[in-house]
């Protein structure tokens, strides 16, 4: 099967010096970046979507595969006690072994299982030295506890140019202070690309207890949707703030980490009794 990709050759051109042009902005920058937000109505012993987005040059980078990601989070926010993950994603071990899969919208897997949405831009490198920016849809899931870890199933949905669905596996496990927890994905190279294409994270944005996760419950005798409850927040701030780490591993055995830290909401505050 061939790929037709001289239709879309300007198109990719010019997605590329884009990429090219927001790297040279930023040319004094570190290879890795970063940052963690939450909701800006979040407060101090409330829940809230902790938005993540991690940033690679690959001009500053080995151009081997990118086989792990590593997201280091502080004990005291609650992402596992939170309201979200309420179902289980399984998927067949052939799944993650193959990579590449065919499946409907969330693998087939319940909404309640949805963790966090997300997107990620990579450069697709093909052997004839042309490079081609892919953009794609990421979907985080809880999937079955092992170990006592809960683990993790992460769909990324090509949207274009080749529209591919990947499926990675990972988990939710311990991390050593200053950190609590960690979100790790692992990211096996795709069975037979190797000779064909490597590729190139540049950004990935995942956004646990997104708005737009959408649960569902019998209510009355009917399935009902609410939004899940997010990540939970201690009542008070650690000291410095929220401090988190990315890690990021490729297949050369190289790794590559970035530090971030997050300022503290205000606290949640009560309703006054004199209203």
């Known amino acids: 099967m061939r790929l037709r990709l001289r239709p879309r050759a300007a198109l990719a051109a010019l997605a590329v010096l884009c990429v090219v042009a927001w790297l040279d902005g930023t040319a004094a920058a570190a290879p890795v970046r970063v940052a963690a937000v939450f909701d800006r109505d979040a407060a101090l012993g409330g829940s809230t979507a902790l938005d993540v987005r991690l940033r690679l ?4 980078l080995t151009r081997a595969p990118l086989t792990e990601v590593r997201f280091a989070y502080p004990r005291s926010l609650g992402l596992v006690s939170s309201g ?5 994603c399984t998927r067949p071990a052939s799944d993650f072994a193959q990579v590449l899969i065919v499946a409907p919208r969330l693998g087939g897997c319940p909404p309640n299982a949805v963790m966090g949405f997300g997107t990620a831009l990579a450069l697709v490198r093909l052997t004839n030295g042309q490079v ?4 794609a849809a990421v979907t985080v899931l809880s999937g079955p506890f092992e170990h006592g870890r809960l683990g993790l199933v992460v769909f990324v949905d090509g949207q274009r140019p080749f529209g591919a669905k990947l499926a990675f596996r990972g988990e939710v496990g311990d991390a050593p202070a200053p950190y609590g927890g960690a979100l790790t994905v ?3 190279m795709v069975p037979g690309l190797e000779e064909l294409a490597t590729i190139s994270l540049v950004e990935l944005r995942i956004t646990i207890g997104s708005h737009a996760i959408r649960y569902y419950e019998r209510r009355g005798g009917q399935q009902v949707a609410y939004r899940p409850t997010g990540v939970e927040l201690p009542l ?3 000291a410095g703030g929220f401090r988190f780490r990315a890690q990021v591993r490729f297949a050369d055995h190289s790794r590559r980490s970035a530090l971030s830290s997050t300022p503290c909401p205000p606290a949640f505050a009560s309703p006054s009794s004199g209203r």
């Open 236 to 238: 008070r701030c650690p």
């Open 186 to 188: 692992r990211m096996p």
């Open 84 to 88: 979200l993950g309420l179902a289980t």
């Open 132 to 135: 081609i920016p892919e953009y």
């Open 57 to 60: 040059d690959p001009s500053q």
